[in-house]
């Protein structure tokens, strides 16, 4: 329930204050918000299986968003952030949907 | 299936009999794809609640505090900032590729119209080199010289009577022997040169002296544009005498040859062809008459 008010509460404040994002930081957004996503979603999966922990939840939140935006941002350095973004993307993208696929489970029981 | 792959690995499976110590980690036996999809949640997870375990903790402390709230609470911020980012992103490119697109049409329009004074301009010259040839005997045959080398080059339309040859691809041709190839097509053009054609064209390609009859890929091209069949060659001249003498000539026989394969071969005589200009020739290479020179 918790979990559902603070995220209301992000959505609603992002949505009304519209922050101006630096440009230097644009390219990382769309990135940290799909290792956001794949935290949420080993979050949701850890509650469903009870072993929810709010220090580790944060943790990997961070680490994951700082990861993935430190990844690309060595990639454009590099030369290589089309394909590093392409790699990271698959790694979480794989991650959500196994999460999701053990949460539909417990959900639904099947 | 995900979830179960935990207990279906078997290097995540500890104290099996036939395993020494020295056995490699899991991610390194896995494969990577599977290795992915049985970490999927992280570890620290049922690390952490295996201590907790251990250590006897039973204040259960599953839900998510104020300090979960707050991350969830970024979170909805970041997706927030993310969607309206892009979609004010898509704004700005939809509006930049309309300004785009007026702009080429503007410049396009610039184009037409300078393109238009420019034939004006090239008609006011050759009218106006007409008038200075006109006024003198000596501009008067030049202009009749300059008029049968255009003719001759290629430089100006020519009109007058000639033949027409109009060849193509036998009927249901399936292999290149019962098609129109470009060498019997150069051969057919030769031939007319060779019986005193002054101008000839192709499928209105008029033929120069810099013209190339070449294959390309499976369609022939002549001045590099493609032809398609049926081709017609138009050949200015004497129209009596052309379309027997090309006959004896031997791109002639080698369409007779081509005709008893069932290739089309059809000689006309026109009492008036238009064939246009050819394409403009750049002038490379020019020098000042000796005696003009001071």
Redesign the interface.
């Known amino acids: 329930m ?2 559902a ?11 009304l204050l ?2 101006d ?1 630096p440009i230097w930081l ?1 390219p990382y ?2 990135i ?2 799909v290792a ?2 794949d ?2 979603f ?2 949701l ?3 469903l ?14 680490s994951n ?1 700082l990861i993935a935006a430190l990844i690309v941002y060595l990639g454009d350095k590099l030369g290589v952030g089309g394909q590093l973004s392409t790699g990271v993307i698959v ?1 979480l993208g ?3 949907f ?2 999701v ?2 949460i539909r ?1 417990h959900i639904f029981h099947a | 299936m995900v979830a179960d792959t935990h207990a279906e690995q078997p290097a995540l499976t500890p104290g099996s009999s036939r395993r020494t110590a020295q056995e490699p980690p899991p991610q390194a036996v896995m494969g990577l794809l599977n290795y992915i999809t049985a970490t999927s949640l992280d570890e620290d997870y049922a690390h952490v609640s295996e201590q907790r375990r251990r250590s006897g903790d039973v204040t259960q402390k599953r839900r998510p505090g104020t300090v979960g709230m707050a991350v969830l609470a970024v979170f909805g911020v970041l997706v927030a900032t993310a969607a309206v980012q892009t979609s004010r992103n898509a704004d700005q490119s939809a509006s930049s590729r309309a300004s785009l697109v007026s702009q080429v049409n503007a410049r396009a329009d610039v184009l037409d119209r300078q393109r238009t004074t420019a034939q004006e301009l090239q008609r006011e010259i050759t009218a106006l080199g007409d008038a200075q040839l006109a006024s003198t005997t000596e501009g008067r045959s030049l202009e009749s010289r300059l008029n049968r080398l255009g003719v001759l080059t290629g430089a100006t339309a020519a009109r007058g009577p000639g033949v027409q040859v109009v060849v193509d691809d036998a009927p249901g041709a399936k292999s290149p022997k019962f098609m129109v190839q470009a060498p019997d097509l150069q051969k057919l053009a030769n031939g007319l040169w060779t019986v005193g054609a002054e101008a000839v064209a192709v499928n209105g390609q008029r033929l120069t002296s810099l013209s190339a009859i070449r294959d390309a890929g499976s369609a022939i091209t002549a001045n590099y544009v493609s032809l398609r069949p049926p081709y017609t060659v138009s050949a200015i001249g004497n129209p009596k005498r052309m379309g027997a003498d090309l006959l004896d000539t031997s791109g002639g026989q080698t369409w007779a040859t081509l005709q008893s394969f069932g290739l089309k071969f059809d000689v006309n005589t026109e009492d008036n062809m238009l064939l246009p200009a050819a394409k403009r020739v750049a002038l490379r290479y020019a020098h000042e008459p000796e005696r003009r020179r001071p």
């Open positions: 918790i979990a008010i603070g995220l209301l509460i992000g959505v609603l404040a992002g949505l519209q922050p994002v644009e957004l769309p940290a918000v956001a996503l935290a949420v080993g979050a999966r850890a509650f299986d009870g072993i929810f922990d709010d220090k580790v939840f944060v943790v990997s939140f961070v968003v790694v794989i991650r959500i196994s999460n696929a053990a489970r």
